[in-house]
């Protein structure tokens, strides 16, 4: 499903931080700084995996991530699971690596992993509705 146009998806590979969303057990928003990276369907966010976001998606998967630079926004969302297989994790620490910088060891590190459903952001980023394939929000 294409959400984003070429220069939404060149956004998501420049180096600029973001925040997760996700929803603490009151409902409230837990919004916190993450780095991630994101191939047009799925958003992976490496993190610590007794973290208090890790928590709140295994509780409740609704999670966004957003990133801004300027005037220029993007929020992808949609469901969260947790990843913590060996080879999950391995892939989305070389997809950091090569946003951002190889980070260090944590034997205890998963993956947070988003499948985009929405995608909302500034003009030129998303791609309009009638350009998207069917059933794509």
Known sequence: MELLTDEGMEFVRDRHLATLSTLLV??????????????????????????????????DPRASVSQLDGRRWLTLSGRARILDDADSVADAVARYAVRYRQPRENPLRVVIAIDVTRAMGSAGLVLPRSERAPGSA
Do not use: A
């Not at 928003?29 to 993190?47: A, K, L, N």
């Open 26 to 59: 009151d409902g409230s928003p837990h919004v916190v700084p993450v780095g991630f990276t994101f191939d047009g369907e799925t958003v992976r966010i490496i993190t610590n995996g007794p973290s208090q976001k890790v928590l709140n998606v295994r509780r």
